[in-house]
């Protein structure tokens, strides 16, 4: 790699105040663009933006949104908001479920702060959300562009890129999807830092330098993959490191400056890497784990393995940005376990050919084809730790969020080349009769443009609802079992169950092996009142799964609910012996212990319960008369009596009514 000497990089930066000569010249892409002030840039992103992002401001909240911002209690109060700098994300649900569930360990701190915000702002009024969402992009766009001024002499070729990048249909899962918010405001911060990095280089002024580190810091509060930008700013200090004199001397001292370009690298790369570890501190303290572990279950895959799939993964990436439709939520992947495999082979050869064409040509690629490729692959360092994701969730187009930067400016380089190779034809070319303006490059860009909005305006229509999401998914991986799961769990909850036991049918059929599709069904069977094929598919979900407390807690429904008590607390009592902390299967044990008139037994698994529910108006109920039959009559009242204040339904004021009757001393 032999990049442009540092000075010059200077005077290219200089050259983003005032447009040079170049900028002026008739046969300029886009040449107009070139006198655009800064107001008009912004208004021209959000013009492009607004237009092509439309669709998603009428969407509802989805998928894991439901959990995320609708269910969850912490973004409710102030109070709360501590929480996200001493535990991990999604900690709130792992206590609501009783750890039933292991969530991703994030460590977010920021991005709770900013949906506490939101919620306070908008309440469950998604349009408020998606339009928050839409001008974080918006931000982001803008900074996408101030970055590239200082890497570009043409003006108008950054705004192409900016465009680009704020239209494309790659970044339609982080803007149209609310909970996709944190690559948005983590670009914020990211870009921010990388600008005033660009600034220091600039003008070696301290503050610059202090003004990013601190945005770096903020950006990885918002998410990991924010680290990225250690080996962003190594890279372009590498590019950028050989003086005017080390350039006039290179012939004699070729080693000397690989060895000051290494030093001047690794000196300013190092204030981002302590600011890593202060991160990495951070989350320790916070979540006993250095680690950036994202899935709890994501850490038994061989390391060989890993790199078998990591030719694939960047590929794949690759493929989504230059065909960038038929996208989706889910895609069906998984780890590459023998490197004597085409999705081995194909991708590596592929990555091999292009890293020896550049290592052969590097002396004639240009310094901006260099930084185009920093900014497109450092910040995908952190989405290839494959360890780190789930074998079905190896690829999501929001891990390109960022590197669709260098991907847009890769594109808008080349405009300008064709535009420059379309100056040269001879006159009697389209050149004479657009006036020896680049009709054609002008043309493809707009075309370009236009076609990436519509796209992108298409790619959205899937975010309206969770069900059209699951249907699009359906739609462009329709032998994937994971969309069939999740389309029939929303119908089920939706009540829709004949629907509901198609899409998980389906779901097993194209995966067997998944205990969670068959408690679902077997749920979908229960509440159809089929229940023996409801039984027999709870039985399979426990054969492949023995601790499916889900099962045994939807068997024992089954058997109580046909009065076979003694069957119901075999059920019930195996859910609690495998979480002996679970509420709901709890208050079932305990129910099963009253209609038995073992009152006794049933108080203390009643009292387990309620301390975790407190507020639940019919454990309150049960227990209160647990109570009552048991001679613990002042007991029992006063629960009761508070049952009232916990906006029970008319039919258990009623039961409660008559036994608080029942309890009155006689006269």
Not at 274 to 293: C, N, T
Not at 488 to 498: C, F, N
Not at 610 to 636: H, I, N, V
Request: hydrophobic share 50%.
């Amino acid at each position: 790699m032999q990049p442009e000497d540092s000075a010059e990089v200077m005077e290219a930066l200089k050259a983003t105040r005032q447009p040079s000569a170049l900028s002026l010249a008739p046969n300029r892409l886009f040449a107009w663009l070139d006198h655009l002030s800064v107001k008009k840039v912004i208004l021209l992103l959000s013009l492009a933006a607004c237009l092509a992002y439309a669709h998603s401001l009428g969407g509802d909240f989805v998928h894991d949104d439901l959990d995320e911002i609708v269910n969850n209690p912490n973004l409710r109060s102030w109070d709360k908001l501590g929480n996200a700098f001493t535990t991990h994300f999604w900690q709130f649900y792992e206590l609501q479920t009783q750890g039933r569930v292991k969530m991703a360990h994030y460590y977010r701190p920021l991005v709770t702060v900013l949906l506490t915000l939101e919620y306070h702002g908008f309440g469950l009024w998604p349009q408020g959300w998606h339009l928050v969402s839409l001008l974080l992009h918006l931000l982001s766009s803008f900074m996408v562009y101030l970055v590239l001024r200082h890497l570009s002499h043409k003006p108008s070729l950054v705004v192409i890129a900016a465009i680009l990048f704020a239209v494309y249909p790659t970044q339609v899962e982080t803007v149209s999807w609310i909970s996709g918010l944190p690559d948005p405001l983590m670009g914020i911060f990211y870009l921010g830092s990388f600008y005033f990095y660009l600034q220091f280089q600039k003008a070696k002024r301290p503050r610059h330098m202090i003004g990013s580190l601190v945005l770096f810091l903020l950006s990885t509060l918002v998410k990991e993959s924010a680290l990225s930008l250690v080996v962003l700013v190594f890279c372009f200090s590498w590019m950028t490191a050989k003086t005017a004199h080390q350039q006039a001397a290179a012939a004699a001292q070729v080693g000397v400056s690989i060895k000051r370009r290494w030093e001047q690298a690794i000196t300013l790369s190092l204030p981002y890497a302590l600011v890593a570890g202060i991160y990495l501190a951070l989350r320790g303290w916070a979540l006993g784990s250095l680690y950036l572990s994202h899935e709890a279950n994501a850490y038994k895959v061989p390391t060989l393995e890993v790199l078998w799939t990591v030719p694939w993964v960047l590929c794949t990436y690759i493929l989504h940005l230059v065909y960038p439709v038929d996208l989706s939520i889910a895609y069906n992947t998984s780890f590459v376990t023998s490197p004597a495999t085409l999705r081995f082979l194909l991708p590596a050869a592929t990555l091999l050919v292009l890293g020896l064409a550049l290592l052969i040509f590097r002396k004639k690629v240009k310094t901006e084809i260099w930084y185009a490729l920093a900014l497109f692959l450092a910040p995908l360092v952190v989405a290839l730790n494959l360890r780190s994701l789930l074998a079905e969730y190896l690829i999501a187009d929001r891990y390109l969020y960022l590197p669709t930067i260098g991907w847009a400016y890769l594109l808008a380089l080349g405009l300008d080349k064709l535009a420059a190779i379309e100056a040269q034809w001879p006159k009697r070319t389209l050149a004479k009769l657009s006036r020896r303006q680049p009709f054609l490059a002008s043309a493809i860009a707009v075309s370009l443009i236009v076609l990436l909005s519509l796209a992108t305006w298409r790619e959205s229509k899937a975010w309206e609802s969770s069900e059209t999401l699951w249907n699009q998914a359906i739609r462009v991986r329709p032998d994937y079992w994971i969309p069939y799961y999740y389309k029939g769990d929303l119908l089920l909850r939706a009540g829709r169950l004949p629907e509901a036991r198609d899409a998980l049918i389906l779901a097993a059929e194209h995966n067997s092996q998944q205990a969670t599709v068959y408690a679902a069904l077997g749920q979908t069977y229960a509440e159809l009142a089929q229940f023996d094929l409801a039984i027999e598919t709870y039985q399979q979900a426990l054969n492949l799964n023995p601790k499916m407390i889900k099962a045994y807690d939807g068997l024992g429904s089954i058997f109580f609910n046909a009065k076979d008590f003694q069957a119901a607390e075999k059920y019930f009592q195996a859910a609690v012996a495998l979480n002996p902390d679970a509420t709901d299967e709890l208050f079932h044990l305990g129910l099963t212990y009253n209609y038995q008139g073992r009152f006794a037994e049933a108080i203390p698994i009643l009292e387990k319960a309620l301390r975790s529910a407190p507020l639940e108006a019919e454990p309150t109920y049960q227990l209160g008369k647990a109570y009552g039959e048991t001679g613990r009559k002042d007991e029992a009242r006063n629960l009761l009596q508070r049952l009232f204040t916990l906006h029970p339904s008319e039919d258990l004021k009623a039961r409660a009514t008559a036994y608080l009757e029942k309890l009155r001393p006689a006269p």
